[in-house]
């Protein structure tokens, strides 16, 4: 049995909690947050019997196998250090650090104390992404020409939450224009070659809405756009040679369509995952790995995170968008 501790009990944490109820190999023991009766609520919805608000006495239970670092971005790569030092493996939400500076030194300590840690890129193991990739890469569609993607929703207007703060590492980019960037990427094997990107910023200084053209080294261009201000039609389309893939809400997709001139393939989850919310595929490949001693996940392997994470501080460049964070790399 692979146990899980959870460090930052919030909202992503009672998703993935909820799906690793349907992992056999994995079980979530032990939670950590800085309310006692805010953690003691959430491990009473779980079952999960040990509730820590004192984080050195998290972080030392022996009976935690895995740390799941849920807290908002800014605490990413301090959360993940702090598991690592007390020897637990890892699993850190997306963005995995506030820039890739930040990530190559969570990787280094990783590295160092032969511990495995992966970003929680759970679209990577979506069963509609894999099978969108197996048509692409099959050829169904020819050469990739073109890509379109995007993700807006109108979020929470709090100043001073994660959403809006700076100091939270708030704005698009990061919190949700982090799934087309990274789709990109992952379709193109690499980095941008160009970025071009504009942003409309909030009162509180971090991007309202972002909109990217990222051109890859063979000339394919990815057209994508972040919102964090209004809802958008939020779908992946994949253009090439003879027809197009689509995915419809692709961070999280249960469906996957290629259209072809002469026919349409279709893709639909299995209905029994309706139960789930799909966070299950990414800890099982974790279980998986972690019986198999390996240190990185072959999907989300550590280059791929260092990659993503310099296309974010590329493209927040182009856009001027600079955290408190930056300062130290
Ligand atoms: N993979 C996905 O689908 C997905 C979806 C949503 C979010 N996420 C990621 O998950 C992370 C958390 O997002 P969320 O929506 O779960 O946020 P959230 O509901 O605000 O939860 C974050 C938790 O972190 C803890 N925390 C520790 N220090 C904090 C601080 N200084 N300020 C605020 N909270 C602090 C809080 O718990 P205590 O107050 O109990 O300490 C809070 O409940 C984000 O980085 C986000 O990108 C991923």
């Known amino acids: 049995m692979i146990n899980f501790g959870v460090l930052g009990a919030g909202a992503i944490a009672e998703k993935f909690v909820s799906d690793l109820k349907m992992v056999p190999q994995a079980k979530c023991v032990a939670a950590y947050g800085r309310n006692l009766m805010r953690v003691t609520d959430f491990c009473t919805r779980h079952q999960v019997d040990m509730i820590y608000d004192d984080l050195d006495a998290f972080l030392n239970d022996p009976g935690i196998d895995v740390v799941y670092v849920a807290t908002p971005h800014s605490l990413h790569a301090e959360g993940a250090v702090l598991a690592l030092q007390a020897g637990k493996h890892v699993i850190c939400e997306k963005p995995f650090a506030m820039n890739k500076a930040e990530a190559e030194a969570v990787f280094r300590l990783a590295q160092s104390k032969g511990l495995f840690i992966m970003e929680a890129l759970w679209t990577l193991f979506l069963p509609s992404i894999n099978r969108a990739l197996k048509w692409i890469e099959a050829g169904e569609i ?168 310099e296309t974010l501080d590329r493209i927040r460049k182009e856009i001027g968008l600079v955290y408190q964070m930056d300062m130290k790399a």
């Open 142 to 309: 020819g050469e990739i020409k073109a890509i379109e993607a995007n993700f807006g929703f109108v979020g929470n207007n709090d100043p001073n939450g994660r959403l809006l703060n700076p100091a939270l590492g708030g704005g698009a980019l990061l919190d949700v224009g982090i799934y087309p960037v990274l789709i990109s990427n992952r379709l193109m094997n690499g980095v941008p070659k160009q970025i071009r990107a504009c942003a409309k910023m909030t009162d509180t200084h971090v991007d309202g809405t972002t909109s990217m053209i990222l051109t890859y080294e063979n000339g394919v261009m990815a057209t994508l756009n972040a919102s964090i201000e209004t809802q958008m039609v939020n779908s992946l389309r994949v253009y090439g040679e003879r027809g197009y893939v689509e995915l419809p809400s692709f961070w999280m997709a249960d469906e996957a369509y290629c259209h072809l001139d002469a026919k349409m393939l279709s893709f639909k989850a299995d209905p029994t995952e309706n139960q789930q919310q799909g966070y299950h595929h990414e800890a099982s490949a974790l279980c998986e790995d972690l019986i198999s001693m390996k240190t990185q996940n072959d999907k989300v392997p550590h280059q791929f995170t260092l990659n993503l994470m």
